[in-house]
């Protein structure tokens, strides 16, 4: 497998097109850092004696109905966030990117900002961020969420001052995070939709790592990245959408293991190939 990766680096380092070095990260990769997945333990929202799966009330349309709970489950992600911290994959990424500078792009569906976090530069973040807000009703662009709003534990409530910074300037509508949600599609402004499958396009191997490909976007990159003749090395500890993707493709190499081992290992490689 060693051989295998070392070979196809070496490959796409030379080559003079499409020969971008991507990374596609999920919520796998954060687990290091204490943060579970969406659909994990703490994907189940309970407000009083309701219980919500995330397709319930991850929507525009329970936000509209909702906005106080919404903004509640946000703010303890948020608290969650930010009492996280970038672990060593986080950081492997970033030396990487350091190594391959300009040939190097992470696109990522987490929102949780660990790899802006651990200094990574040229990230695409296709579900968003919670960093950010706009108008529910679409009023104006995305607008950084304030400072003064700051993370919640699990029961407590919005004060009378968040409500009034998470109301639109323009039409009084509650601002939303600037994410994206099950009854959403990916666009360009929101979800570098357009960019990320321009990536996809020149990228001679993406690797895969702690994302299943349970939306649909992270999956059309891996097929848009094999019909330009590209390799997927897919790092995960199971098998998953991708594998099924790519199992009959001979441009492939799939590969279960922690990420943080992986990726110290394809650093290293790079910076061989890098010194030769």
Known sequence: ????????IKHVYNKKSR??????????ISAESGIPTYR?????WIKGTKFHKPEEFGTLKY??????????????????FEDAQPNESHREILEIENLM?????????????????AGTKRIYEIHGNNREIKCSNGCKGIEKLSVEIKGKDIDEDLTEKDIELLKCKECNSWMRPNILWFDERYDEKTNKRFSALKIAKNSGVLFIVGTSGATNLPITIAETTLKYGGT??????????FTELIKHNKNKIIIRETSTQMLKTIREIMQNIIQE
Do not use: C
Not at 19 to 28: D, E, Y
Not at 40 to 44: A, E, P
Not at 101 to 117: A, M, S, V, Y
């Open 19 to 28: 020969n971008l070095f991507t990374f596609l990260t999920g919520a796998g």
């Open 232 to 241: 997927i090395v897919d790092i995960n500890t199971e098998d998953n959408l």
């Open 101 to 117: 500078q300009d040939k190097f792009h992470l696109i990522t569906q987490n929102i949780d900002n660990l790899h802006k976090r």
């Open 1 to 8: 497998m060693k051989e295998q990766l070392n070979e196809i």
């Open 40 to 44: 994990g333990v703490d994907g189940i």
């Open 63 to 80: 936000f509209k109905e909702n906005p106080e709970e919404v903004w509640q489950y946000s703010l303890f992600r948020k608290k969650m």
